[in-house]
């Protein structure tokens, strides 16, 4: 049961550019909302993170907003870096259990 | 401050084989999950452990099994190798009143042949 969907599942964008990718959940009883980066070879890293109780945080160029009452929340990548260039995973977690995303492979050009 | 060590970081089994994975957590972590990520896909999660019990279980059959040692660190076992089960098999380190960010391993790549 798929209880976190992700999409885009690849994205292309242009150095400078801004990046979204979105995520969508089912269970309310989620309450801790962590983006993840993934480089090849490696374990995700955790990126940034949001609780329910705002509908938005900012560390950097990047950006989670997010939406309770759609259930919805998403990443925003300001001045896109070619360095930024990874997966990314959404993912959701209640009582210390962790559903993540399928991922978005994000390409920035220089 | 070490992180997650995850070992082997590759390895490669035959159809039908036992394989073991392990874990060492993050130092003041007392909580570890597992999860196997395809290639191209996210993390699916297995099953989690603390206090030397799974606490929590993923859709995976019983030839998956786990184990947590006093020390935190922890196993996984499959038995009876599929082609299928090829994947990077991940540890991720908690510390289970804390619902912020797990602490990921690199990984151990596993082919099945």
């Known amino acids: 049961q798929q209880q976190v969907k992700q999409s885009p599942q690849s994205l292309i964008v242009q150095k400078g550019g801004i990046s979204i990718i979105n995520c969508a959940y089912e269970?309310?009883?989620?309450?801790?909302f962590p983006w993840y980066q993934q480089f090849p070879g490696k374990g995700p890293a955790l990126l940034i993170a949001?609780?329910?109780?705002?509908s938005e945080k900012k560390e950097g160029r990047f950006t989670i907003s997010f939406n309770k009452s759609a259930k919805q929340f998403s990443l925003h990548i300001m001045d896109s870096q070619p360095g930024d260039s990874a997966t990314y995973f959404c993912?959701?977690?209640?009582?210390?259990?962790?559903?993540f995303g399928a991922g978005t492979r994000l390409t920035v050009k220089p | 401050d070490a992180g997650v060590t995850q070992s082997p970081t590759h390895l490669i089994k035959t159809r039908g084989q036992q394989v073991t994975l392990r874990c060492s957590p993050k130092?003041?972590?007392?909580?570890v999950s597992w999860y196997q990520q395809a290639l191209g896909q996210g993390p699916q999660f297995i099953f989690q452990?603390?206090?030397?019990?799974?606490?929590q279980r993923g859709n995976f059959p019983d030839r998956f099994s786990g184990h947590q040692f006093p020390n935190y660190s922890s196993e996984l076992n499959v038995n009876a190798l599929l082609l299928g089960d090829s994947a990077l098999y991940l540890c991720?380190?908690?510390?289970?009143?804390?619902?912020?960010?797990?602490?990921f391993g690199s990984g151990t790549r596993l082919t099945v042949v």
């Open positions: 991720a380190s908690s510390l289970v009143q804390a619902t912020y960010g797990y602490t």
């Open positions: 269970n309310t009883a989620f309450d801790y």
């Open positions: 949001i609780r329910p109780d705002v």
């Open positions: 993912a959701a977690s209640y009582n210390n259990d962790m559903r």
């Open positions: 130092s003041g972590h007392d909580t």
């Open positions: 452990y603390y206090e030397e019990e799974e606490r």
